[in-house]
């Protein structure tokens, strides 16, 4: 068994360390209430939280809750800003510590990764697989109600597989059971520690994939995630046993739209539908994308938003549809919009 790291608090509950962490927590929420607030005391507070984690006081604040549809609806806890401060220097410390033992193809929440590269490495493995087998076929697959499926007890068994500083786990713990989420089960959607805590989850998942079923082809972006095998037959047995591992040792199903099917139908994965040749843009996302610009079109026709606040949207469209052979799609939306916008 891997020796586990040790002696990390220092680091953790550091001064410089809260400072950076402070900085990286205010990122894109420089001029919001919260964070100008706690930058006003700023040296008096980071001394405040030094002082609370080492003698082991603090503790978690209620989140601010509220709901999103992306595209179905959740509900999301965000940390107050302060909590953030603590996250930030939390995972700043040990992610690296994790990161050396993901798997190469786990691409969500990760340095250098995304959904864009997954796609990338999943289209590899579509071309890899259609030379290997000629007709590859596709296990796609996603956990069901993930975030808030996660065994706290089993999380942190799975962190202190790699962190052995007691103090650091002590605040793993409070992180993790200090959000309401009752009877030792769930994550809040909208904590950094979140992101990296679910991806340890799922690492065991993905090390049982890789090192005990033998799977070559095989992407992961958080909750879901893609085989690619040689038949049909081949992928449901990978299915059952996928099914069974993560019932058994993570306490967890997959979602009842898993499916097993021949690799021409495309592959609906991290916002574009994928083969061997090309890849389209995702037909709910176009949609999405047509109703927010009439939305849009609308309030600019009647005065209550300018051009300032339409540009980042129509940028991160085209960024999207830059990464798969949308043209003649991005035209027209862009066009529809432009009349829209004109009338």
Known sequence: MPKTVKNLWPQVAA????????????????????????????????????????????????????????PKPRRIQAPPFADRVVHHALV??????????????????????????????????????????????????????YFPSINHSRLLRAIGRVIGDRRVLALAERIVGGYGHA???????????SQLFANVYLDQLDHYVKDQLGVGP?????????????????????HDAIAAYLRQDLGLQLNHKTDVFPARHGV?????????????????????A???????????REGRIGLEDIRPQVMSFIGY???????????????????????
């Open 15 to 70: 001064f410089p360390n809260l400072h950076a962490a402070y900085l990286e927590a205010r990122k894109g929420k420089r001029y919001t209430g919260p964070c100008m607030e706690f930058g006003w005391g700023l040296e008096g507070r980071l001394l405040d939280l030094e002082r609370k984690l080492d003698a082991g006081t603090w503790q978690s604040s209620p989140p601010y809750e509220f709901g999103v549809v992306d």
């Open 92 to 145: 700043r410390q040990i992610e690296p510590h994790f990161e050396r033992r993901f798997i190469a193809d786990s691409y969500a929440c990760r340095v250098g990764k995304g959904s864009h590269a997954a796609v990338d490495r999943l289209q590899d493995f579509l071309r890899l697989g259609q030379g290997r087998w000629g007709e590859p076929w596709v296990l796609k697959a996603d956990v069901r109600k």
């Open 183 to 193: 009877q030792g089960v769930g994550l809040p959607i909208g904590a950094l520690t």
């Open 218 to 238: 095989y992407v992961r972006y958080m909750d879901d995630f893609v085989v690619i095998g040689p038949s049909k037959e081949a992928l449901w047995e990978a």
């Open 268 to 288: 609906d994965f991290c916002g574009y539908r994928t083969w061997t040749t090309h890849r389209l843009p995702r037909k709910r996302t176009v949609k999405r």
């Open 290 to 300: 047509r109703r927010r610009f009439r939305r849009l079109a609308r309030l600019y």
């Open 321 to 343: 549809m830059q990464r798969c052979d949308g043209r003649r799609t991005l035209n027209g939306v862009l066009s529809d919009f432009a009349l829209t916008r004109a009338r």
